[in-house]
T-cell receptor, first 115, second 113 residues
Framework: EAGVVQSPRYKIIEKKQPVAFWCNPI?????LYWYLQNLGQGPELLIR????????DSQLPKDRFSAERLKGVDSTLKIQPAELGDSAVYLC?????????????FGPGTRLTVL | AQSVTQPDIHITVSEGASLELRCNYS??????LFWYVQSPGQGLQLLLK??????LVQGIKGFEAEFKRSQSSFNLRKPSVHWSDAAEYFC???????????FGKGTRLHILP
């Protein structure tokens, strides 16, 4: 069974540029998460989807971040415009249940560097 | 709101030695508790979880953890570490209505040959 796929694995951009990250969850997993992981920190939830509905986006900085999960399968996270402080690893995870307490399966992440 | 603390940023042990990674949580009721491991270049993987019942939980890769309510702790243990256990370990806590898990800052485990 394929795991959670994320692309790109690495991205370097200049500040004020837009950037997008893509995630394909494990087949059949209806819950999808985007996390932000700063250096030396644990993952912090940005947004959680149940199928195509965003059920928790309280931590998503909506002035510059947006996300979508069309058709309830893969998802895209976008930043526009990027700031220096956005340099971090962006993790995608998926799970088969409708609660965060089911096992979450994580992708390898996208490491973003903003210059 | 719930919170989780991992007091040790780095831990170094010799291969074959025993291991204990500390985790303390803050929450009024019985929380959901997790340990995840993140190997270099890999995603986080669930080692074990505690929801209720037996306070000693067995996980994958020979790890176990013990829930101690009186100490608000959920420490991770392994009797004999292998070089492949070198990774970052995250304790996480979840609590009921929020349906959200909060991760600690992690403990990086180094293994001496």
């Amino acid at each position: 069974e394929a795991g959670v796929v994320q692309s790109p694995r690495y991205k370097i951009i200049e500040k004020k540029q837009p950037v997008a990250f893509w995630c394909n969850p494990i087949s059949g997993h209806n819950t999808l998460y985007w996390y932000l992981q700063n250096l030396g920190q644990g993952p912090e939830l940005l947004i959680r989807y149940e199928n195509e509905e965003a059920v928790d986006d309280s931590q998503l900085p909506k002035d510059r971040f947006s996300a979508e999960r069309l058709k309830g399968v893969d998802s895209t996270l976008k930043i526009q415009p990027a700031e220096l402080g956005d340099s971090a690893v962006y993790l995608c995870a998926s799970s088969s249940g409708l609660t965060s307490y089911n096992e979450q399966f994580f992708g390898p992440g996208t490491r973003l560097t903003v210059l | 709101a719930q919170s989780v603390t991992q007091p040790d940023i780095h831990i170094t042990v010799s291969e074959g030695a025993s291991l204990e990674l500390r985790c303390n949580y803050s929450y009024g009721a019985t929380p959901y508790l997790f340990w995840y491991v993140q190997s270099p270049g890999q995603g986080l993987q669930l080692l074990l979880k505690y929801f209720s019942g037996d306070t000693l939980v067995q996980g994958i890769k020979g790890f176990e953890a013990e829930f101690k309510r009186s100490q608000s702790s959920f420490n991770l243990r392994k009797p004999s570490v292998h070089w492949s256990d070198a990774a970052e370990y995250f304790c996480a806590v979840g609590a009921g209505r929020d349906d959200k898990i909060i991760f600690g800052k992690g403990t990086r485990l180094h293994i001496l040959p």
